[in-house]
């Protein structure tokens, strides 16, 4: 797999999980019991499981988890997921963590992506109006700060004014969210609109949830989300668009059933266009491709 190709769906990868943590987290981050916005239990009051598929395969889990220690609050997120290419499968696996006051102000965040054999990570501070982030990649640091967007939220804080919003149909609101994989010195739009309650099937099991979407507006476009809620605001079913790569979903599970069972998809080989005579890599400077549209009528 060429390194370019592999760089590109880093990128892909680490934005997608990015709207997440920092958009769907909030919705998925329920607990069996209703959650005190204002005040949560101290300790971990939410530990959740979710299968993750995609082209109709499962390729992971996700794992998230809420904790109060006295008056501030943690929030974790891990992902692992394998993508099949060929006869070397791409192991993905991220984590995400942020801690937040009570009330929903940031003070630190960070991110680690591990890909094969690149590995990044962030680390973020926020203080005094100022957020520093300190990037590190193929063993270099790079420090930066900006000035943080005042009222901007991260996972707990977007978590807390959905609970506080309620989950009445045709709800409505905007959230400025800080999302450091989509931009670093400002925040984002998040769009939530409540939905109608809607059947849903959930392996052998049907049932009804009510869709919520997260609309994103990001200096690289917008990004629509959705996520099923039962009538506690419990999640179980999301559907994340990852740039590059297509949808995935996640379905809300107990640990053992998230853990086990991994089927990957082939992915790589799908998404490559054979060539019809052999390409002397060696010699070759540049490459034209025509494309021709299977259908009539439509535009490349």
């Not at 880093?10 to 999980?17: D, K, M, Q």
């Not at 220690?69 to 963590?97: C, N, S, Y």
């Not at 890909?115 to 962030?122: I, P």
């Amino acid at each position: 797999m060429p390194e370019n190709r592999l760089r590109f769906i880093n990128r892909a990868t680490v934005i997608g999980f990015g709207f997440i943590a920092c958009t769907l987290l909030p919705i998925m981050g329920g607990n069996a019991a209703p959650i005190d916005a204002k005040n949560p239990p101290q300790g971990r009051f939410s530990d959740e499981w979710a299968e993750v598929y995609m082209a109709g395969g499962k390729v992971g889990y996700a794992h998230t988890t809420m904790n109060r220690d006295d008056d501030l609050i943690t929030t974790g997120a891990t992902f692992h997921m394998v993508l099949g290419r060929a006869e070397q499968p791409v192991k993905i696996g991220m984590t995400q963590h942020t801690s937040e006051t009570l009330a929903g102000v940031p003070v630190t965040f960070g991110s680690e992506m591990d890909m094969s054999v690149m590995k990044s990570a962030t680390k973020g501070t926020v203080k005094d109006g100022k957020v520093t982030i300190v990037t590190s990649q193929y063993g270099m640091d790079q420090t930066q700060t900006f000035d943080f967007p005042t009222g901007a939220m991260m996972t707990w804080g977007t978590f807390r004014e959905s609970m506080l919003r309620g989950f009445k149909s045709g709800t409505k609101y905007t959230l400025s969210v800080y999302a450091p994989e989509l931009r670093l010195d400002g925040s984002v739009n998040a769009v939530t609109t409540v939905g109608e309650w809607e059947e849903l099937r959930l392996g052998a099991k049907v049932t009804k949830g009510q869709k919520v979407t997260v609309l994103l507006e990001s200096p690289i476009g917008s990004f629509e989300m959705a996520s099923w809620v039962d009538a506690d605001g419990v999640p179980l079913k999301a559907r994340v668009p990852i740039p590059g790569m297509g949808d995935i979903e996640m379905l809300t599970t107990d640990q053992a059933t998230a853990l086990r069972d991994f089927v990957p998809p082939e992915f790589f080989n799908t998404s490559t266009v054979p060539a019809k005579r052999k390409i002397d890599r060696a010699a070759a400077r540049r490459i034209k491709y025509r494309l021709t549209a299977k259908s009539a009528g439509v535009e490349l």
